[in-house]
């Protein structure tokens, strides 16, 4: 079983900051994608940003330069750093894992998730 756990969600007024943290534990052996997605009310889930094991990354158009993904492997934590919010980045943010248990077979996990709201 892996599980992962979120922090760093609140409110913040547009032009803000946030760091969302995401920490992964249980019976895991290596991760190898980590991800950040949103979901706002009424739309579907989308993907925000992610970083492979080796740090390349990859953001939805609407977020670069503004978001950063990075990761710490030692620490199985994925971070996402989010400047100059807007209120359309109003959502709630899931993290999301992949990659292999201990027991070497695969697996995909998602966070419980954070809400992220941004007041104009």
């Known amino acids: 079983q892996v599980q992962l756990m979120e922090s760093g969600g609140g409110t913040v007024q547009a032009g803000g900051s946030l760091r969302l943290s995401c920490v992964a534990s249980?019976?895991?052996?290596?991760?190898?994608?980590l991800g950040w997605y949103r979901q706002a009310p009424g739309k579907q889930r989308e993907l925000v940003a992610e970083?492979?094991?080796?740090?390349?990354?990859n953001y939805e158009d609407s977020v670069k330069g503004r978001f950063t993904i990075s990761r710490d492997n030692a620490k199985n934590t994925v971070f996402l750093q989010m400047n100059s919010l807007k209120p359309e980045d109003t959502a709630v943010y899931y993290c999301?894992?992949?990659?292999?248990?201990?027991?070497?077979?695969?697996?995909?996990?998602w966070g419980q998730g954070t809400l992220v709201t941004v007041s104009s």
């Open positions: 999301n894992a992949g990659g292999l248990t201990l027991y070497r077979s695969p697996f995909v996990a």
């Open positions: 970083i492979t094991r080796g740090g390349i990354t």
């Open positions: 249980g019976s895991i052996f290596k991760i190898n994608a």
